[in-house]
């Protein structure tokens, strides 16, 4: 009996310390990049001036995609319509990313390495 009621308590304070991190990663949110031509819960495509929207507390901000590649590496960057400025989309995980203001670093080129979900974004851009 003892051993059941240990890892009953062992379960729930696993629980509870997903449920407490997955909040603590919500807060972090500040908004989301999605495809403008794929919806809402489409894929972003990751080529040359592919149409990106970010969200940001209910208003969008329409851009583009630019990709570039040094040696085996592919970055890709947001660029807000009608600004010069390019921020780096630094992976957090599958589906989260910061927009890091940034040069370009390698060649552009026409695509890149498929394709992301939509990406919640953890430092947002005072645009």
């Known amino acids: ?3 059941r009621a ?4 062992r379960a729930g304070a696993l629980a509870a310390l997903v449920a407490c991190s997955h909040a603590h990663a919500d807060d972090a949110v500040c908004g989301t990049l ?9 894929m972003i495509a990751l080529r040359e001036g592919e149409s990106v929207n970010f969200w940001r507390g209910g208003a ?3 851009g583009a995609l630019h ?14 319509e009608g600004s010069g400025d ?6 957090e995980s599958a589906t989260s ?7 370009p670093r390698g060649t552009k080129v026409d695509t890149g390495p498929g394709s992301l979900p939509p990406q919640k974004v953890l430092s947002c851009p005072a645009l």
């Open 6 to 9: 240990s890892n009953t308590i």
């Open 67 to 80: 990709v570039y590649k040094d040696g085996e590496v592919y970055r890709v960057y947001w660029q807000p």
């Open 97 to 103: 990313a910061r927009l890091i203001l940034t040069p």
């Open 34 to 42: 999605e495809s403008a031509t794929n919806g809402q819960d489409g």
């Open 86 to 91: 390019l921020y780096v989309l630094a992976n």
């Open 1 to 3: 009996m003892m051993k």
């Open 60 to 62: 969008v901000r329409h």
